[in-house]
């Protein structure tokens, strides 16, 4: 077994009890060591805070609560939508699947306009950007905002959503399996994946 | 195509500009159909308030900040581990990897001593208990706590870590890729599962 990478202590046996821990803060290349290996589903959100369409891929989307029915996803300051979506009061949050890495990669590029081709979105009667093709949609309203750092957790109250049913054809489709990113790189998973 | 399961209106040309969105609270059972596609890295999370180890499985953590280095997760008040964690002062995320889906299934059992066999679990010299076999563990101060619906949004300070070096036969190992879960199935990233 390789040494692991640890900071200010050491796993496993060699941990000794009266070591102490350095417990300062780790530095962001310390900090994105440790999640490297942590997967994410993806996600697109779009919104209209009155003045044109924003949106941003965002692998940080995972719902809270049933009863209401809360989902959560948290935006950087460093991200060009960040503004806007904070200054809408709805949001549209697009569950990709495996079919539609082009779409996260879209909405993952600076410096272009991603709302630039008219067939790749609508508007909902309710006036908020949507991608038809996504997999699964869910429209919120945003009840409430909690700054961590240089990011802000948006916590949306579901209110409309579309999703293929459970079983059918489009359900099943290859384009269907879930999209996950890791590492810098798509994933799909599916029977292939699996573990037994 | 399918005609897809939509809550107050139907997505793509079906669309009709002037339909009014339904706009009320989706029903538990719809808004867990619309997320069952989203996929999600699996997590432990272990801290001891004072009176004991508790621990919980957790599919809701992700990075939201490198400077500071924060984290956040979320708890439900449905888990039995809830109360324990969130009297904690702080907390050992542990980021698991595909070979070590049993402490993922462990640690999401109910009316189990999660910490029976004291062979898998140790505690860090500052006093929080961890699992050692887990891929990556990250430690950390709980900074702040939003309540979200029936769950909290709880967000971490990191202050140390340990996870294989990047390279090392531990952190290629086939145990050391990303542990997914998606609609109550555990998978695995690699090559397999990658999209060209």
């Known amino acids: 077994m390789d040494t692991p990478h640890a900071i200010g202590t050491t796993p496993g046996e060699a941990l000794a009890p009266d ?4 417990s300062r803060d780790l530095s962001p290349e310390e900090f994105r060591a440790a999640f490297r290996n942590h997967a ?3 996600a697109v959100v779009t919104a209209d805070p ?9 692998t940080s989307v995972f719902s809270v609560s049933a009863t209401p029915p809360l989902l959560v996803f948290s935006v950087s300051e460093l991200s060009s939508a960040t503004p806007g979506i904070l200054r809408a009061d709805s949001v549209v949050v697009h ?3 495996s079919g539609q890495a082009e779409i996260a ?3 993952a590029t600076s410096g272009i306009d991603r709302f630039e081709d008219p067939s790749t ?4 009667p309710t006036g ?5 093709a996504a997999h699964a949609w869910i429209r919120g309203t945003i009840v409430n905002r909690f700054t961590a ?3 802000t957790l948006v916590v949306v109250n579901a209110t409309d959503a579309s999703y293929p049913e459970a079983g059918s054809a489009e359900a099943s489709a290859e384009s269907a399996r879930p999209l996950v990113y890791h590492n810098r790189t798509w994933h799909q998973l599916g029977e292939h994946s699996r573990i037994a």
């Open 121 to 124: 979105w609508d508007r909902l």
């Open 95 to 97: 569950l990709l699947g």
């Open 19 to 22: 070591e102490a821990l350095a």
């Open 105 to 107: 990669k879209r909405f």
């Open 128 to 132: 908020e950007p949507y991608l038809p």
């Open 149 to 151: 750092g240089g990011s």
């Open 40 to 42: 994410a589903g993806v």
């Open 50 to 58: 009155g003045d044109g369409p924003v949106g941003m891929t965002a």
